[in-house]
């Protein structure tokens, strides 16, 4: 591939490229495994056309503006396209944008960041360059990043993004020592929660919190065209078939056992049930208890193309993902209460000495009602997804 050359961002590009990131946001709940991408084309200070991917198999965010400038008998000559993503180079569902919007006569293209996907990775880029279009590179890279955070990670590292969501009182309390944490967060929290939900492609629990709070782990009062794939780690098997999240959906179950259970065959929503087994591939499966290989079922949720993996559980694996370093960025919903002894949010190995450094950093704190919703980010998986 030819070295890129880019030219310098105007004062201007910021701006019409949080245009673009605006639309890529509508497409937030459904353009899963896709990546979440806006376009506009601006021509004299002024926005002429613009347009969003909406899903996979659809125009992408590029032929999107394309067909509204058509629709609009407007001609894109001479403007300058702004792009959430590099345009793409390939051959998949659809033809390649950077092709397409050399047909438009576009006098320059502007990408927020380069495309990780190795049949991309520049290659977008460089037709627009062979053609003589000018091209510019980073307008809001770190919006841009985040809101394709779980796509960077499957095609950078292979596994989604993990996001820990938590609730829990001013004090840590996630529900008292008799279980009872129904509800300790607030209306506005727990509908915001779902918000979060039907972004992820996948929504994972553990056995534990099954058995304590039956879940139906399904996005409610969002309206959303999908619903996230279901995942219980359950490494014993002891989901019984009447569990709620197993009524409808699609459902997964990673488990350490020789077989499925038996219910499995009758079960009225069976075809949409599936059990894997991620034992540790080392591991002996009748040599006493066998635990879950997180990293195996997190390599396996990013080949059938998860993006975003949006854990819901209890400190057990929560403190069991923590600690192995696969948590991406936590969202903690405090509530003003103070409830003393309980249920912690994460079972954590005890520490000797305080770490001199931290890899977490505040992302964002905003008001849910009476409640604060605080995002931390994990600063190495940042860095990791950045390599390009």
């Not at 998949?92 to 944008?97: A, E, L, S, V």
Request: glycine share 10%; net charge neutral.
């Amino acid at each position: 591939m030819p070295a890129l050359h880019y030219s310098p961002l105007r004062p201007e590009d910021e701006g019409f490229m949080r245009q673009a990131l605006a639309l890529a946001w509508q497409g937030q709940y459904t353009t899963t495994p896709n990546p979440r991408v806006g376009c506009v084309f601006a021509r004299q200070g002024q926005i002429i056309a613009q347009g969003f991917h909406q899903q996979a198999g659809l125009g992408h965010a590029e032929v999107q503006a394309m067909a509204d400038a058509h629709n609009r008998g407007i001609n894109l000559a001479g403007s300058t396209a702004y792009v959430t993503l590099e345009p793409c180079a390939h051959h998949g569902r659809t033809g390649p944008c950077a092709e397409a919007l050399v047909t438009t006569g576009v006098e320059r293209v502007v990408a927020a960041v380069l495309d990780p996907n190795p049949l991309v990775a520049g290659k977008g880029m460089a037709i627009l360059q062979a053609a003589n279009i000018q091209i510019s590179l980073g307008a809001a890279h770190a919006e841009a990043l985040y809101i394709n955070r779980g796509f960077f990670s499957r095609m950078v590292r292979g596994r989604p993004w993990v996001r820990l969501k938590v609730a829990a009182s001013a004090d840590g309390t996630t529900a008292l020592n008799n279980g009872t944490s129904q509800w300790i967060t607030s209306p506005q929290a727990r509908q915001d929660g779902h918000h979060l939900r039907a972004q992820a492609c996948a929504v994972l629990t553990g056995i534990g919190t099954v058995k304590a709070d039956n879940p139906q782990l399904n996005v409610r009062g969002i309206e959303t065209p999908r619903q996230p794939l279901k995942v219980v780690v359950d490494s014993k098997l002891e989901l019984q078939a009447s569990a709620q999240l197993l009524h409808a959906g699609q459902v997964l179950v990673a488990h350490t056992q020789s077989a499925p259970p038996a219910w499995h065959a009758t079960h009225p929503n069976a075809s949409n049930i599936e059990f894997v087994n991620v034992a540790p591939v080392a591991a002996g499966l009748h040599d006493g208890p066998v635990k879950t290989d997180l990293h195996k079922l997190l390599k396996l949720l990013g080949q059938r193309g998860i993006n975003e993996l949006h854990l819901e559980a209890g400190f057990g694996l929560n403190g069991s993902f923590l600690s192995e370093g696969l948590v991406d960025e936590v969202v903690h919903y405090i509530a003003p209460l103070f409830l003393g002894p309980g249920q912690g949010m994460f079972r954590l190995p005890t520490l000797e000495t305080l770490p001199t450094q931290t890899q977490w950093a505040l992302h964002s704190h905003t008001a849910m009602g009476p409640d604060l919703k605080m995002v931390w980010m994990n600063t190495h998986s940042l860095e990791q997804i950045t390599t390009l």
